[in-house]
C-alpha cells in the first residue's frame, strides 16, 4: 500500500483557532429575566423588561401624554 502524502491545512491553524475562540465567545448570551414578571427579558431592553411590559409601560407613557393637564 502506499503512503497518502501529507496534506497540508488551508486555513493556518492559528487562525482556525482564533476563529473556533470567537465563535464560542458569540455562544448564547446568559438570559435576564424581566423585573416585573420573572420572564425571560427583551434583547434590546436597557431596563430589564419583557417585551409584553415593556410595551405595556409604553402605553402607560402614551396614555399619561394624551391626557389633559388639570387646570386649578
Do not use: F, Y
Amino acid at each position: 500500500m502506499r503512503r497518502k502524502p501529507k496534506e497540508e491545512p488551508v486555513i493556518a491553524p492559528q487562525i482556525l483557532s482564533l476563529a473556533k475562540r470567537s465563535v464560542h465567545m458569540d455562544g448564547p448570551a446568559i438570559k435576564s429575566q424581566c423585573v416585573v414578571c420573572g420572564s425571560d427579558a427583551a434583547p434590546n431592553s436597557t431596563e430589564k423588561l419583557c417585551w409584553v411590559c415593556r410595551r405595556l409601560k409604553i402605553s402607560a407613557w402614551r396614555e399619561n401624554d394624551q391626557q389633559l393637564p388639570v387646570q386649578e
